[in-house]
């Protein structure tokens, strides 16, 4: 076939070019990674050819991959290969046929044995270039070809008499504004990135001379080869930035996968997913796949390899099947084993992880029965007894009580028993935790405490002081009554807290509204104000003493507490109950509003005046 005479191809190649840059690649970066790609099978096509033909059943030993960037010499991008080349009718067939899959059909070997199964794989040159021409002699026999492709939506096709070796060439003419994209740091650059780890050498011919290897063996493929430890730690250090925690060798022979996961050193920010650069026969197919481990492994970051899971349309992701959902949970499992092996073996390092990844495990147990019943016992939890692992606390402590959120806790913290530690379980995933301990542990039991209930326990004053402590709780609630509070006299363990500021759920929220309203503008405060009808409708009708309201508990073993009923002027009382409620206020950690600090300065400002009379 020796016509040379044009034909057009069978689809809009300006469509498909606008198709490739605009909606399937991520950018024109990636030509040579097709182009590689395509050598690479091409390679293993003859590989497969040879063992199967020649009397040895030995396949030669292939030179790899050359490739020649744009020069002051030369206006030509050049990729060679010695592999299984291509006949007319081949090329013709292939090239003219967009999706067309190279390897099932032409080169008649399973379609799992290799990546290249697109064939828009050449068509992504035209990102770059303005003129493909492809060289080829097939390892089959037949005359060498050339085919020569254009921007425009034509090809020619056409034997040529030159004694060219086995394998192919792929010509590229640079498209205006894309010679930097050609050149040769750009060149080695995109070489690395895409195969820094291929099993076939590939070599840039330098401008001045000489050659560079952009491949090397992948150190984290620690499961099938004798891989060099100080390697693979070396590349997880240049994958974090520091020394990983420790790298875990990844293995799914059912999918043909192996890796390494490293373990962070540090803690990933709040909302940070896992993120595995994936390779798929050592060809760069992601840096940042975030669907490949389970959610909850955020604290490793996994290198895998693998020639068994299918990509997509643009091999720059994964696609999601059944092979993706087992290698999913066989890393997971790999995973979670490393934490186990790590309690079993070195506990001190187990300590150690958990400091750093603590909510990262609190997240996993949630989900894992047989790994809560081990890991559990390592994680934290603040107390009234300051933070303590949860197997000491269940050891010395069976019952545990513990609030819902950080207000509660701040509240009740002054209030609860001491002998009795009260757990906070207001921080990420710490209620659940402590919920899930009677599932884990025999013999532990929880409770959830209740704001009113807690003032409910505590002792009221002796009888005797009755009559003078309601009048005590009616004069200061009167004092109190511009900031909506209440207040209550109970009898604390500790006599050093004159009193403790307690806000139901609702309150608080209630609070924060009207914070929200007073730093806001007038249409937003409307809306508070909608909201503050609407929820007092819907609010059912709560007994005395219900968690709802805001009260503050005067302790009736202070000093302090029991001068308040030797003040005769109604005032200096009231000034006085002011600075006990705010006092109690910053101890609770709760800011204080307007109301708040119009009481605080009106009280100051009593002082400094009762401070500054002359003594009679």
């Known amino acids: 076939m020796n016509t040379g005479r044009s034909q057009q191809f069978q689809v809009d190649l300006r469509g498909i070019v606008d198709l490739l840059s605009r909606h399937i690649y991520s950018g024109p970066r990636v030509f040579l990674r097709e182009l590689m790609q395509n050598a690479c099978d091409a390679i293993t096509a003859r590989a ?95 005359d060498a070809v050339e085919w020569q492709g254009n921007a425009d939506g034509t090809f020619t096709v056409r034997t040529i008499p030159d004694d060219l070796p086995v394998g192919t060439s792929v010509h590229l003419r640079p498209r205006p504004g894309q010679r930097d994209l050609l050149s040769t740091p750009a060149t080695v650059e995109l070489a690395e990135t895409f195969g820094e780890f291929l099993p076939i050498a590939v070599r840039v011919d330098l401008p001045g001379g000489g050659e560079q290897l952009t491949t090397r063996t992948p150190p984290f493929r620690a499961a099938t080869t004798g891989i060099d430890e100080a390697a693979r730690w070396a590349y997880g250090r240049d994958l974090l930035g520091q020394d990983p925690f420790d790298a875990i060798p990844l293995h799914v022979p059912g999918t043909d996968t192996v890796g390494t996961a490293y373990v962070l050193p540090y803690a990933p920010p709040p909302g940070a997913r896992q993120a595995t650069r994936v390779y798929l026969g050592r060809m760069l197919l992601s840096e940042n796949a975030d669907d490949i481990l389970p959610d909850w492994a955020f604290f490793v970051r996994a290198v895998i390899d693998s020639t068994a899971l299918s ?17 999913r949970q066989e890393l997971g499992a790999a995973i979670r084993r490393w934490v186990l092996d790590l309690g079993l073996t070195e506990p001190h390092r187990l300590a150690q992880f958990v400091a750093v990844h603590e909510v990262a495990l609190k997240s996993l147990v949630r989900h894992d029965d047989e790994l809560a019943a081990f890991i559990v016992r390592w994680l934290s939890v603040e107390t009234t007894h300051g933070r303590m692992r949860v197997g000491d606390l269940i050891g010395r402590f069976p019952h545990l009580r513990y609030v819902e959120t950080v207000d509660e806790y701040r509240q009740i913290a002054g209030i609860a028993d001491p002998r009795q530690p009260l757990v906070n379980g207001g921080y990420l995933f710490d209620a659940e935790l402590v919920r899930l301990l ?164 009106g009280a100051l400002h009593a002082l400094v005046e009762l401070s500054a009379r002359p003594a009679s």
């Open 48 to 142: 497969e050819f040879e063992a199967s033909t020649s009397p040895a059943g030995m396949p030669r030993q292939s030179s790899g991959i050359r490739i020649t960037p744009l020069s002051d010499r030369s206006d030509e991008f050049i990729v060679r290969d010695d592999g299984i080349g291509l006949t007319a009718s081949e090329v013709t067939d292939l090239l003219a046929t967009v999706g067309r899959s190279s390897k099932r059909d032409i080169f008649d070997l399973p379609r799992s044995d290799f990546l290249g199964q697109f064939g828009i794989g050449l068509l992504s040159c035209f990102m770059v270039a303005e003129t493909i021409v492809i060289r080829s002699r097939s390892a089959r026999g037949g």
């Open 311 to 327: 990509p997509t349309a643009s091999r720059e992701a994964l696609v999601e099947d059944e092979a993706l959902e087992h290698t």
């Open 438 to 601: 009677p599932l884990v542990f025999d013999g532990v039991t929880v409770e959830h405490v209740d704001l009113a209930e807690e003032l409910d326990r505590l002792d009221p004053p002796p009888l005797d002081d009755r009559a003078r402590v309601l009048a005590l709780e009616e004069r200061a609630s009167s004092a109190l009554s511009a900031v909506g509070c209440t207040v209550a006299v109970r009898s604390l363990d500790a006599a050093e807290i004159p009193a403790v500021y307690l806000a139901g759920a609702e309150a608080l929220r209630a609070i924060d509204r009207g914070r929200a309203r007073s730093v806001g503008s007038p249409l937003w405060g409307s809306v508070m104000d909608r909201i503050d009808a609407t929820a007092e409708k819907l609010r059912p009708a709560s007994p005395e003493g219900a968690s709802g309201g805001v009260r503050l508990c005067l302790n009736w073993q202070n000093s302090v507490v029991r001068s308040l009923l030797d003040i005769p002027d109604d005032l200096a009382f009231a000034r006085t109950v002011h600075l006990l409620y705010v006092q109690a206020l910053l101890a609770a950690q709760r800011p204080l509003s307007g109301d708040d600090r119009a009481l605080m300065m």
